[in-house]
């Protein structure tokens, strides 16, 4: 019974420490998306776009499962506010694309401008 009750409470103190883990990749990959937005505002550079998409996607990505739901949800919301803005569909299509190519852990620089600042 001793051997029983062990391995439920080692596995409720992993599963917990699991949702710490899971909760902090979320936070950073959030912090992450909005970096890369922030630098596409500063930049303000034409068809730079899809890069900052998939930038923000893949920085988030990079942190773990956390990471890429909270990529996954902040993208689908931007889009989907930007549709009930009266945004173009097919605009909207290609910045998800990007956003997909990023999270799958492909480099963002495939959509990188040419003359974009080092600096992003």
Same mark, same amino acid.
């Given at each position: 019974?001793?051997?029983?009750?062990?391995?439920?409470? *080692?596995?409720?103190?992993?599963?917990?420490?699991?949702?710490?883990?899971?909760?902090?990749?979320?936070?950073?990959?959030?912090?992450?998306?909005?970096?890369?937005?922030?630098?596409?505002?500063?930049?303000?550079?034409?068809?730079?776009?899809?890069?900052?998409?998939?930038?923000?996607?893949?920085?988030?990505?990079?942190?773990?499962?956390?990471?890429?739901?909270?990529?996954?949800?902040?993208?689908?919301?931007?889009?989907?506010?930007?549709?009930?803005?009266?945004?173009?569909?097919?605009?909207?299509?290609?910045?998800?694309?990007?956003?997909?190519?990023?999270?799958?852990?492909?480099?963002?620089?495939? *959509?990188?401008?040419?003359?974009?600042?080092?600096?992003?």
């Amino acid at each position: 019974m001793k051997l029983l009750t062990g391995l439920v409470f *080692f596995s409720l103190v992993l599963g917990v420490r699991g949702w710490f883990s899971f909760l902090g990749e979320a936070a950073g990959g959030a912090w992450d998306m909005w970096r890369a937005y922030s630098d596409m505002r500063e930049a303000n550079y034409i068809n730079a776009d899809k890069y900052f998409h998939a930038r923000g996607n893949y920085d988030a990505a990079q942190r773990g499962p956390g990471g890429v739901w909270a990529a996954e949800k902040i993208s689908d919301a931007r889009e989907g506010i930007q549709k009930l803005m009266g945004h173009g569909a097919e605009d909207s299509l290609a910045d998800q694309a990007a956003n997909e190519w990023g999270r799958s852990g492909k480099g963002p620089n495939f *959509f990188r401008p040419a003359g974009l600042p080092d600096k992003y």
